[in-house]
């Protein structure tokens, strides 16, 4: 995708089932970006901006990543032994990579 600005991000919909996303831009080496935080839990709205890049053209890839994240893991970081017990009980709703997008956000200065 390219776009003109300074900024890309996403809004889009965390939950259970989120997963990573392999981001490049402008050619450069791929980075990850986890969509799956500590509030995932439950399904919700959420947004993520990209590093803040020189004003002007870009060309940005998103691609879903397979590998995925230990969510048990994520929640145990946190202390958060409420959703460690939502993960034992939905397994199947934590074993997935999705990406729910609603809209991705651009930033672009005023000319």
């Known amino acids: 995708m390219q776009f003109e600005g300074t900024h890309i991000g996403l809004f ?7 997963g990573r996303l392999k981001v490049s831009v402008d050619g450069g080496e791929p980075f990850l970006v986890d969509r799956f935080t ?3 839990d439950h399904n919700r709205n959420q ?3 990209l590093p803040e890049l020189p004003n002007g053209k ?3 890839r998103f691609e ?4 995925k994240t230990d969510k048990a893991a994520v ?3 946190c202390g958060n032994e409420r959703s460690r ?9 934590y074993d997935q990579t999705v990406i729910q997008l609603g ?6 200065p005023p000319l």
């Open 38 to 40: 500590l509030h995932n």
């Open 47 to 49: 947004y993520i901006f």
């Open 85 to 93: 017990e939502h993960v034992r009980q939905h397994p199947d709703w």
């Open 103 to 108: 809209k991705l956000l651009l930033v672009q």
């Open 12 to 18: 889009d919909i965390g939950g259970p089932d989120s």
């Open 64 to 67: 879903v990543d397979t590998e």
């Open 75 to 77: 929640f145990e970081a």
């Open 58 to 60: 870009h060309t940005v």
